[in-house]
């Protein structure tokens, strides 16, 4: 085997190679523990940066530090990887203390964004940042929200104290209108840590920059939470709009809001004008949403569903003609088995986001006039996400509909109604997803 294995690598490239499931030959030969025919690769081929720093990846993730530097040693990366390396192996102790000794990687103690990643998710690392100053590259970022996500009590505090220590100013407002008590009732892991951020001398009272209440930043928050800390809070307090807390949940309670109402929802939890709301792009929205933590509908597949079996057969031919991937559910059905309730003979899925289905409007709207069938372009359903289910029907004639079902929140009507474009009455909001939202209980 190994004779046969050094003719194929002295006579084909496989620099490139990739297997079915996207493995590089490096990875093939690490899943397969052949350590020695991992090295003669190493010699014989030319293996660029990128690939080294895939195999170091895998190392870093199921080996320990001595295998990594059996390799590192004789096999190392340039020096524009060596900031990337470094924060990947901080999953992996043993060998981020074998690099952060090494010359170039030392320099690299206080990179801005090796300490981001400490403070958010390592903070049993923190003295390894001891003579590091500067925070100001941290303030617009998300990293006090992770602090505040700590299960101990203990990192939180540590952090906590290491950002007070630098000038951290816990009544300042951030760039996307919060401080850092506002952001402590959104994201606290425990009440405690609110009751600390005003030991610490946080002012309960102050307002975000839009003019909302430190009360109003409990919207998404769990009755349970509201409860342990309302003391510290002024819960009948009202935003510039003259609306208290409990009008706001009177609203995620509305099975059939108004565009204006969801509009304030969304610029309360972005903390914006309602009027900015309406100017985001998809893409900044669901940015914007990923930094105030608020999880979006994110369908995981796109489908097409049939309504007879025979004609799936000739329609996949169809789309597979027209450059559309498709793939065959069945890996799925194993995967999911009580979760994904799709009929193999009658379902495909489909290789492009249903966010782009206007892109393939007319090719749908074509194939379910000359076959004379219904044509459902869906997202997976309710028992899978948790969240929504849209589907959209190409009928007999061509004509689409669209209508979708909501279980999360507000938000999640917003963003589908704007941004799936689908009507307001053709969403149905049915809030059971959350059962431990304040809002629910």
Not at 220 to 242: C, K, N, P, W, Y
Request: some cysteine; proline content about 3%.
């Amino acid at each position: 085997a190994e004779e046969i294995f050094g003719y194929l690598i002295q006579t084909y490239d496989y620099n490139n190679f990739k297997n079915a499931v996207d493995f590089s030959l490096l990875i093939v030969l690490m899943l397969f523990e052949r350590e020695h025919l991992l090295m003669t690769v190493l010699e014989v081929l030319d293996f660029d940066d990128e690939h080294r720093m895939e195999m170091y990846a895998y190392m870093i993730e199921h080996n320990d530090m001595e295998y990594f530097m059996q390799f590192f040693d004789d096999y190392p990366v340039h020096y524009h990887y060596f900031r990337d390396l470094l924060r990947l192996s901080l999953n992996n102790y043993s060998i981020f203390h074998y690099l952060i000794e090494l010359d170039g990687f030392d320099q690299l103690r206080f990179d801005e964004r090796l300490v981001y990643d400490i403070l958010s998710f390592h903070p049993e690392l923190l003295y390894i940042l001891e003579g590091s100053t500067d925070i100001e590259g941290l303030w617009d970022t998300d990293v006090f929200a992770n602090a505040l996500a700590f299960e101990q009590e203990s990192d939180f505090e540590k952090v906590l104290d290491f950002l007070l220590e630098r000038g951290w100013d816990l009544n300042e407002h951030n760039g996307f209108g919060l401080n850092s008590f506002h952001q402590a009732l959104r994201h606290a892991k425990k009440p405690r840590y609110v009751e600390r951020l005003i030991e610490k001398g946080a002012d309960p009272t102050t307002y975000t920059t839009e003019g909302y209440a430190p009360a109003h930043q409990l919207l998404l928050r769990s009755g349970t939470f509201t409860v342990q800390v309302r003391e510290h809070i002024d819960l009948a307090a009202e935003d510039r709009h003259g609306l208290k807390l409990e009008d706001y949940d009177r609203l995620m309670r509305n099975s059939k809001p108004s565009e204006e109402e969801l509009a304030s929802v969304v610029a309360l939890a972005m903390n914006m004008s309602r009027e900015q709301v309406y100017e985001l792009s998809e893409a900044d929205f669901f940015d914007l949403a990923a930094m105030f933590d608020i999880e979006l509908f994110s369908p995981y597949m796109t489908l097409l569903t049939l309504p007879k079996a025979e004609d799936a057969d000739m329609i996949e031919q169809e789309l597979m003609q027209a450059n559309i991937e498709i793939s065959d559910i069945h890996p799925i059905l194993e995967m999911f088995p009580d979760s994904f309730d799709y009929h193999p003979s009658f379902t495909l899925q489909l290789g492009f986001d249903l966010l782009d289905l206007d892109a393939y409007k007319p090719l749908f709207s074509e194939l379910a006039e000359r076959y004379n069938t219904t044509l459902t372009v869906e997202t997976e359903g309710h028992s899978m996400n948790k969240t929504a289910h849209i589907q959209c029907t190409f009928k007999e004639n061509g004509q689409l509909t669209k209508e979708a079902t909501v279980y999360s929140n507000l938000i999640d009507v917003f963003y589908i109604h704007r941004y799936y474009f689908i009507p307001l009455a053709s969403i149905a909001y049915e809030p059971v997803g959350f059962t431990d939202q304040r809002y629910l209980n």
